[in-house]
């Protein structure tokens, strides 16, 4: 299962970030564990993403074709 958040704070992070983008999140228990959620960022150069505190996003619910087209721009 996919999942899908919003950046809602990009303040110490305003280079990888953008304000009111949608992400795609990829699962880590260890992470969140420590309220930290991994993220597929800006840089796209580390396909495991990035740690970043969950209180900078806010889940989403997308519509499937949403997902398929966010998920291949991320490939």
Sequence with gaps: MNTFVICINNKDNPASLILGKVYQSLPDNKAESLNMIRIIDEDKSEVDGYLYAASM??????????????????S
């Excluded at 997308?62 to 087209?69: C, F, G, T």
């Design 57 to 74: 996003f806010a889940p989403i619910k997308l519509p499937a074709i949403a997902e398929k087209a966010l998920i291949a721009d991320n």
